[in-house]
């Protein structure tokens, strides 16, 4: 594969490019210069939105998942994408969708989640229980699990189709959107929806930076035996443009050496880290409770999957369900082009049975060996995750959960290598998309100009500076959450799309087999 051959003036949607940066600048500026406001109107907007539409969240995440199986099992899955073989092995392609979708979110969720859920659980289970203990440890794999690859997973097999198989142009969501908004996809309606996108999409990788950029810094700190305090928001924007260059530099060289490359040494790394945590750590405690916790989610999904709380005797459904499925779902269009442009050759059974079922395994097992070990240090008195958590913060507590293992300079040094890569890897998947979405035109051998992915490189990293500079988690959640809600939209209609091409396709090969038997 090359880049696109034309120019980067040539190639680009002036009105898409210029567009979204003037928006994203938009936001940030008002949010960075007042941002104690801003925090107060985000948070006002968060709980409105999970409050007054959650519901739609939780029956969206449950109807994508039927929706696909059906897909995959039906004869719809032996459909083809394009007309050749697979370009990445089955174990490069995992790990491309694992590290492209994932990101260091799951290194920091996959410490501390549990001990959100111990000390506030759903269901009215008293908090701090052997009940507790065991919600806190299924609900993360829950929530990283099953469902929420499928909201991944569906805006690919969407574009995708679109693509490959009724030979779209470009990678642009008003292309998969066409079957539905017919004439009007080249038209207003079309190029709101794509920037729409744009905008969101840079929202929605804000969470996974902002909460990268805390916790590396912890590292860092760590490792330098430097007062993480003394150092504040400097350390922080340095992070960020450390990542950036780093991720700014894959984007570059390409999507075969720069992302495939560092895919692959990332999940290298991350299994051994993972295995020498098991090792040196509780492994029965892990294996058993890990075994446990996967047996009573799958005992219970149907309950966690359909779960509302409409009494309202927690906000549980709405701080962290409802928001992980909008986090999904707003990242979800930007997965959906990365996805299509590694999946040419794969049918969509292949697309649809791998993107769920290698991502749910990926995050299970990094819940299972990191959620499982901070949470025997915390039931055996070896280490206060709890008490650092809700006193320093996520990051002090995470570091300190690591700095308890065997050779704990090593394993932490590690870890923060493993979440550098990470951060790398999941947006310059993320930058090669927003370039390939401001193309006009773009063939299935060809890249987005180098310039053009390197510029949106470095522009990921505006609102994450901003939203990290005002502090919190509930910025974050709710920059993401707001993101999604144009983003539900052009997914249902692109979903709505994907069916009617099938069947019009299906319609079309039933005539001519008619008319073949009568000639």
């Not at 897909?71 to 174990?91: K, M, N, V, Y």
């Not at 495939?260 to 029965?284: C, E, H, Q, W, Y």
């Not at 149907?302 to 779902?329: I, N, P």
């Not at 490189?457 to 144009?486: D, E, R």
Request: hydrophobic residues 50%.
């Amino acid at each position: 594969m090359q880049s696109s051959n034309e120019g980067l003036g040539e190639g680009l949607d002036r009105l898409i490019f210029f567009g979204s940066v003037a928006g994203i600048v938009s936001l940030c500026v008002p949010l960075a210069l007042f941002p104690e406001q801003g925090g107060v109107i985000l948070g006002r907007a968060f709980d409105f939105l999970t409050h007054k539409f959650g519901v739609m969240y939780v029956a969206g995440a449950s109807l994508t998942f039927v929706f696909l199986l059906y897909l995959a099992f039906s004869r719809h899955g032996d459909i083809r994408l394009g007309d050749s073989e697979p370009e990445f092995s089955t174990a490069s392609w995992a790990a491309m969708l694992f590290c492209g979708g994932i990101g260091t979110s799951v290194l920091y969720w996959g410490v501390v989640e549990w001990a959100y859920y111990f000390q506030a659980p759903p269901f009215e289970v008293e908090a701090k229980t052997a009940e507790a203990m065991m919600w806190s440890v299924s609900y993360p794999i829950f929530h990283w699990g099953l469902m929420g690859w499928s909201l991944y997973v569906l805006p690919g097999v969407a574009i995708a189709y679109s693509y490959y198989v009724r030979g779209a142009k470009s990678l642009r969501l008003s292309d998969a959107c066409e079957p539905v908004i017919g004439r009007h996809a080249k038209g207003a309606l079309g190029r709101a929806i794509d920037l729409l996108f744009v905008v969101g999409l840079v929202g929605a990788c804000s969470m996974g930076i902002g909460l990268a950029v805390p916790l590396i810094g912890e590292c860092i700190a760590y490792l330098l035996q430097v007062d993480r305090k003394s150092l504040g928001f400097a350390l922080d924007v340095a992070v960020i443009l450390v990542v950036t260059c780093i991720f700014a530099g894959s984007v570059w060289v390409g999507l075969e050496k720069g992302i495939k490359r560092l895919s692959d040494l990332n999940v290298l790394l991350a299994m051994f880290l993972l295995i020498f945590i098991f090792v040196a750590g509780p492994t029965l405690f892990m294996v058993e409770l890990g075994f446990e916790s996967i047996g009573h989610m799958l005992q219970n999904f149907v309950r966690m999957s359909t779960y509302t709380d409409a009494a309202g005797t927690s906000s549980f459904v709405e701080d962290w369900t409802v928001f992980y499925w909008a986090w999904w779902l707003a990242l979800g269009p930007y997965m959906g082009v990365f996805i299509t442009k590694i999946s040419r050759g794969r049918t969509l059974r292949e697309l649809i049975l791998g993107g769920i079922g290698y991502g749910t395994v990926g995050c299970t097992m990094f819940f299972v060996i990191l959620g499982n070990y901070a949470l025997y240090l915390e039931t055996q008195q070896i280490f206060a995750v709890i008490e650092t958590l809700n006193t320093v913060g996520a990051p002090a507590a995470i570091v300190g959960v690591l700095g308890t293992l065997p050779f704990a300079g090593v394993a932490i040094l590690t870890f923060t290598i493993v979440c550098v890569i990470f951060a790398a890897t999941s947006y310059d998947s993320a930058s090669y998309t927003l370039a390939a979405s401001a193309t006009r035109s773009l063939a299935p051998e060809d890249h987005p100009h180098r310039l053009h992915r390197v510029f949106w490189a470095f522009l990921l990293g505006l609102l994450p500076i901003t939203l990290v500079y005002m502090g919190g988690l509930k910025p974050l959640q709710s920059a993401v959450t707001l993101a999604s809600v144009p983003l539900y939209l052009v997914t249902l209609t692109m979903s709505i799309g994907l069916w009617r091409s099938i069947r019009a396709a299906e319609g079309v090969a039933e005539s001519q087999q008619v008319t073949q038997r009568t000639t």
